[in-house]
Structure formats: C-alpha cells, structure tokens
Antibody, heavy 117, light 110 residues
Framework: EVQLVQSGAEVKKPGESLKISCKGSGYTFTNYWIGWVRQMPGKGLEWMGLIYPGDSDTRYSPSFQGQVTISADKSISTAYLQWTSLKVSDAAVYYC??????????WGQGTLVTVSS | QSALTQPASVSGFPGQSITISCTGTSNDVGGYNFVSWYQQHPGKAPKLMICDVTNRPSGVSNRFSGSKSGNTASLTISGLQAEDEADYYCLSYTSYITYVFGTGTKVTVL
C-alpha cells in the first residue's frame, strides 16, 4: 500500500528555520516525483514545487522559488520542505503528494505550520 | 503564472447535475491533456477525482466526469449527492514545466 506520512505540527517564531518531512513507503521512492502543496487558512491549494528523488531534479513555482528549498534523502525515502527564515505569512497546512504522470494520486496527511511571535 | 480561474461556488439540489469550469491559457489547460481534478472535504487531504482531463481513477464514482474545450476544462457531477458537498480544484501542467491549481470551487448541495 502506497503511503506518504508527514511530520507533525510545528509552532515557530518569525525568523526561525524549519524543515518538515514526508516519508514514502509501499513503492519505489526513487521512481516517482514528490510534490509540495500549500494551503493557507481558509484558502485554496497552491502548487509549490516537486523533486525527483532518483536524481534530485527539482522544479519550483515562480511564487515559491527562493522562498523554500525542496530536497530528498533517497536512502530513507524521505522528501523535505525547508525554510531558513519563517514569516508569519508562511503559516499554513503543507501537503506532500505523489504525481503519477501529473496526476497526484497519493497525498500525505498534511503538516500544520504555525508562525507567531 | 496565475492560478486557473474557477467559479467561487456552485450549488444544486440532490439528483441534479452541476458543472465546474476551469479556465487557463494555451500555456497550461489549452496546451496539454494533463488536467486533473481534486475533491477536498474540510480538514482532509485532497482526493484525485479525474486524471488526464477525462479519466476516472479506480474507485471514483462514475457520476464524476471531465472534459476540455480549448483553454477551459470542466468537471461535471451528475446525480448530485449530499456527500459531494466539498471544495473542488483543477490542476494543470504548464509550459514552464510546473503545475498550477485552480482558484477552487465550493459545491453546496441544497
């Protein structure tokens, strides 16, 4: 059974760094892209970017380029989304999802990130 | 790279059919047959309902169907049921080798 299991909720202060994770299981992790999606409180889904763990090829939405870093450690089948300096506006639920030819068929449970002073 | 345009809300009575539009450009919806649709209930992760414009993944009700004409894709829900009340999003591949979501549509069953 394919599963994407994300790390738990985080509470951070503005300016702090953060790295959240998404562990894949039930399939060959290096053969599929992993994408990240943001959902701000009460708002819609926003596509952030994705990574191919097999060779670490990474693509970003122009809206998120330079704001976050997507990475992966194929030895432990885990993808990451990280910030070096969080802003209040980064508060959101972040989902990882696995696209199969562009169709995101498996999703993680979401990670709630709260940023408040 | 702007979000694809969807109506903010669509409503219908049980048993009726409704259609949600998703309008983009020739650089996304119009240029590729990589449009998918997602259903999201409050507090839950999105669920894939339609892939590659018209195809239903295994397990998705045949009351859901997709189509595309030019730069606009559409999701139709026939025989509307109470459980269909949710938010719906389209997603398209783009010529920038990225993806873009629609603005989202809240479906209300009256």
């Amino acid at each position: 059974e394919v599963q994407l299991v994300q790390s738990g909720a985080e509470v951070k202060k503005p300016g702090e760094s953060l790295k959240i994770s998404c562990k894949g299981s039930g399939y060959t992790f290096t053969n599929y892209w992993i994408g990240w999606v943001r959902q701000m409180p009460g708002k819609g889904l926003e596509w952030m970017g994705l990574i191919y763990p097999g060779d670490s090829d990474t693509r970003y939405s122009p809206s998120f380029q330079g704001q976050v870093t997507i990475s992966a450690d194929k030895s432990i089948s885990t993808a990451y989304l990280q910030w070096t300096s969080l802003k209040v506006s980064d508060a959101a639920v972040y989902y990882c999802a696995r696209p199969d030819r562009g169709n995101y068929d498996y999703w993680g449970q979401g990670t709630l990130v709260t940023v408040s002073s | 790279q702007s979000a694809l345009t969807q109506p903010a809300s669509v409503s219908g009575f049980p048993g009726q059919s409704i259609t949600i539009s998703c309008t983009g450009t020739s650089n996304d919806v119009g240029g590729y047959n990589f449009v998918s649709w997602y259903q999201q209930h409050p507090g839950k992760a999105p669920k894939l309902m339609i892939c590659d414009v018209t195809n239903r993944p295994s397990g998705v009700s045949n009351r859901f169907s997709g189509s595309k004409s030019g730069n606009t894709a559409s999701l139709t829900i026939s025989g509307l049921q109470a459980e269909d009340e949710a938010d719906y999003y389209c997603l398209s591949y783009t010529s920038y080798i990225t993806y873009v979501f629609g603005t989202g549509t809240k479906v209300t069953v009256l």
